[in-house]
């Protein structure tokens, strides 16, 4: 890639569940992320809707809400912004709005991860829907986005996004998760189109790249222990794998340096100790404090405080 990232950087994540795994692990680390304010979208046209509405600074209201099985819901969102008083519903997801409009306009990347070209549209307004929120299968007609429609609207919204973020830098991926309820061969299908898709932008524009999550799982790994039970979702192994496929081809020296020590006092956080008023664990806790003190001198842009609470809550030295 022509360019790396920093912790300096901020980052953008919207896109499937395997979107998340790579962005917690960087949440993690403590680089300056932000994930799927509409929570998990898999589709190029509830991605595309979700960034338009981000650069909009779209306001959601009661129009937008429908009620199901006693809680309101935005088809434009996932459950997670559910619930039983739509006032409640609405105060979330327009802070979401409104807090994501100002980091995207703020952003240095953004990460894509597209995980199905399968889209679902109401039979009432023939409106397409990020979640379906349990609603009754009559509800909905299931569309498969043709690789041209696919490419038409990622282009649009990405002319959009450069005109409000022009420095920003696109990375597309696609999701390794199989989509096994629409069939093995319709999964294929999808996945196909979305990589002919992707490829064909990163060809058409400046500043978008590709990077190939769902090559490394299926063919690089290519077996089912990397798959958890389900036989459906990349297991730890993977998600490690690719993840440190990542690091070292996105991440700068600088910030690969920083996360080994970084994930030294993660590490040490989940360590159990047998005794924690033994003098051997005081004194791990006097080094771990050590060791944060030195990262945020070394590098103010990184916080650590809530790892910091967590050994001086156990220090006994000052009682």
Same mark, same amino acid.
């Given at each position: 890639?022509?360019?790396?990232?920093?912790?300096?950087?901020?980052?953008?994540?919207?896109?499937?569940?395997?979107?998340?795994?790579?962005?917690?692990?960087?949440?993690?680390?403590?680089?300056?992320?932000?994930?799927?304010?509409?929570?998990?979208?898999?589709?190029?046209?509830?991605?595309?809707?979700?960034?338009?509405?981000?650069?909009?600074?779209?306001?959601?209201?009661?129009?937008?809400?429908?009620?199901?099985?006693?809680?309101?819901?935005?088809?434009?969102?996932?459950?997670?912004?559910?619930?039983?008083?739509?006032?409640?519903?609405?105060?979330?997801?327009?802070?979401?709005?409104?807090?994501?409009?100002?980091?995207?306009?703020?952003?240095?990347?953004?990460?894509?991860?597209?995980?199905?070209?399968?889209?679902?549209?109401?039979?009432?307004?023939?409106?397409?829907?990020?979640?379906?929120?349990?609603?009754?299968?009559?509800?909905?007609?299931?569309?498969?986005?043709?690789?041209?429609?696919?490419?038409?609207?990622?282009?649009? !919204?990405?002319?959009?996004?450069?005109?409000?973020?022009?420095?920003?830098?696109?990375?597309?991926?696609?999701?390794?998760?199989?989509?096994?309820?629409?069939?093995?061969?319709?999964?294929?299908?999808?996945?196909?189109?979305?990589?002919?898709?992707?490829?064909?932008?990163?060809?058409?524009?400046?500043?978008?790249?590709?990077?190939?999550?769902?090559?490394?799982?299926?063919? !690089?790994?290519?077996?089912?222990?990397?798959?958890?039970?389900?036989?459906?979702?990349?297991?730890?192994?993977?998600?490690?794998?690719?993840?440190?496929?990542?690091?070292?081809?996105?991440?700068?020296?600088?910030?690969?340096?920083?996360?080994?020590?970084?994930?030294?006092?993660?590490?040490?956080?989940?360590?159990?100790?047998?005794?924690?008023?033994?003098?051997?664990?005081?004194?791990?806790?006097?080094?771990?404090?050590?060791?944060?003190?030195?990262?945020?001198?070394?590098?103010?842009?990184?916080?650590?405080?809530?790892?910091?609470?967590?050994?001086?809550?156990?220090?006994?030295?000052?009682?």
């Amino acid at each position: 890639y022509p360019f790396k990232i920093s912790y300096k950087d901020k980052i953008l994540f919207v896109g499937s569940c395997f979107s998340e795994e790579i962005g917690n692990k960087l949440g993690e680390l403590k680089f300056d992320i932000l994930q799927n304010p509409n929570g998990i979208l898999y589709d190029p046209l509830s991605i595309s809707d979700a960034l338009f509405s981000y650069i909009e600074k779209k306001t959601f209201d009661e129009e937008n809400l429908v009620q199901l099985n006693g809680l309101w819901h935005s088809w434009k969102h996932h459950s997670v912004f559910s619930g039983a008083d739509k006032k409640d519903v609405l105060k979330k997801i327009n802070a979401s709005q409104s807090g994501t409009h100002a980091f995207l306009k703020e952003a240095n990347f953004l990460i894509i991860t597209l995980g199905t070209a399968f889209y679902y549209q109401l039979k009432d307004d023939n409106k397409n829907v990020a979640n379906c929120h349990k609603a009754p299968p009559t509800f909905f007609e299931k569309r498969l986005m043709p690789a041209d429609e696919i490419i038409s609207e990622m282009l649009s !919204v990405l002319t959009a996004i450069k005109l409000f973020n022009p420095p920003l830098k696109i990375i597309f991926t696609v999701s390794p998760v199989k989509h096994v309820r629409d069939g093995v061969m319709e999964n294929n299908r999808s996945k196909a189109r979305l990589i002919e898709a992707v490829q064909s932008i990163v060809e058409q524009k400046q500043n978008v790249f590709y990077f190939p999550s769902y090559e490394l799982v299926t063919d !690089v790994l290519r077996d089912y222990r990397f798959y958890k039970n389900d036989l459906v979702h990349p297991n730890e192994t993977a998600i490690n794998f690719v993840f440190e496929k990542f690091c070292d081809s996105l991440l700068n020296d600088e910030s690969r340096k920083i996360s080994e020590k970084i994930r030294s006092i993660i590490n040490a956080v989940n360590h159990k100790p047998f005794s924690k008023e033994s003098k051997a664990h005081q004194k791990f806790i006097a080094s771990q404090i050590q060791n944060i003190d030195k990262i945020e001198n070394e590098y103010p842009f990184v916080n650590l405080s809530k790892e910091k609470k967590y050994f001086l809550a156990q220090d006994k030295s000052s009682e």
